[in-house]
């Protein structure tokens, strides 16, 4: 049962940490959230572009409480890439 963020696949005490620091404290919190808004109020709220690959464990915890299957944060580094291209 997944009752705190570290819960989450992929999700330690750091990256718990980045989720608190744009609001995000329980897990069902993720659902419908969408990965890159989440991280982009991270960076600005830090004033720091974090590493992309925070992206990439952001999009692995939130496809997980949205129901996805548990995949390593590198499984969505192509997504994010493509993502992020997009956005140019």
Known sequence: M????????????????????VGITRPSELKNNDPLKLYERLNKKTGKRHDPCLLDTFMAAVAFMNGAPSHPWWHYTPERRLLLMRKK
């Open 2 to 21: 997944i009752k705190k963020l570290e819960d989450i696949p992929n999700v330690g005490p750091k990256i718990a940490r980045c989720f608190r620091e």
